[in-house]
């Protein structure tokens, strides 16, 4: 909310998959101190009861049924993943003429990923701008849950497979994932950070944007908690604090070397795409 322009209007709709009361109730706040509509969004188990779970949660296909979610009224939607960060106003983003597109996506950053890209450059579906009107028109979430269930895919697969290339391919900038990283000039960041790989809240991470993170959750009312929960954890692990004090990887993908939380080496040859 801290980089939207003064004439951004947000409408939140959180897909809620079981959130305690006091998570919503702190959103709720949240929405009322810094000037956002919330719509919280309880999804029911009913609806995924032919797929398989991913990590125990139905919460992956959310993505998949964002048509049924969100109110009939609503043509043009922006899906985010809870492990991604707005540095900027998402205005430009939003106003992405889709015209005949189902969404507009970024590709995935590793070029391995497009070994099963149906034909078309294969996206991640972090970020997904919907073109809600056609995807509705054309019964798209049906077609994606058949796909599921017919080759047992998560939803980024059944995503990839139905929209047939038939996207809006947007810079990496909305969706910059770890391995875009080496592509940004020093001091410059991307649209959305997406946390893909090495997460901030893990201890031990080196992820170059991991300031940013704390940064903006210390915004948040959520902060003291994690931050509790953290060094709680690095309490509790000290076995696994070996990899803050040293850590070294030397491959044909990387060439990093860590001491005491200090980058002495950090180079990426990952083939990575626009």
């Not at 810079?171 to 997460?199: A, C, S």
């Amino acid at each position: 909310m801290s980089n939207k322009n003064a004439s951004d209007e947000i409408t939140f709709y959180f897909f809620s998959d079981k959130t305690s009361q006091h998570v919503q109730d702190t959103f709720r706040e949240m929405s009322r101190q810094w000037g956002f509509t919330l719509n919280i969004i309880e999804v029911s188990d009913e609806l995924f009861k032919d797929l398989p779970p991913w990590f125990g949660s139905w919460g992956t296909y959310f993505r998949v049924l964002v048509d049924r979610l969100i109110p009939q009224s609503v043509d043009k939607v922006l899906y985010l993943d809870c492990d991604m960060i707005a540095t900027t106003s998402l205005a430009p983003l939003y106003e992405t003429d889709l015209s005949d597109k189902y969404a507009a996506v970024v590709v995935d950053c590793l070029q391995s990923a497009r070994k099963k890209s149906f034909g078309h450059p294969y996206f991640n579906a972090g970020m997904i701008l919907f073109n809600l009107k056609l995807y509705r028109e054309d019964n798209i979430a049906e077609k994606a849950l058949q796909y599921g269930l017919a080759h047992h895919a998560l939803d980024q697969d059944m995503l990839n497979a139905v929209f047939q290339g038939n996207v809006v391919y947007l810079p990496f900038k909305w969706n910059t994932m770890e391995m875009h990283l080496r592509r940004l000039k020093p001091g410059e960041v991307g649209g959305i950070l997406h946390f893909t790989w090495r997460r901030p809240w893990r201890v031990g991470c080196f992820h170059r944007q991991r300031k940013l993170y704390w940064k903006y959750l210390s915004q948040t009312p959520f902060y003291r908690q994690i931050r509790y929960e953290y060094y709680k954890w690095m309490l509790l692990n000290p076995d696994r604090l070996w990899s803050w004090f040293f850590w070294c990887r030397f491959n044909r993908n990387m060439k990093v070397l860590r001491l005491f939380g200090i980058t002495i080496l950090e180079r990426y040859t990952y083939d990575v795409d626009d």
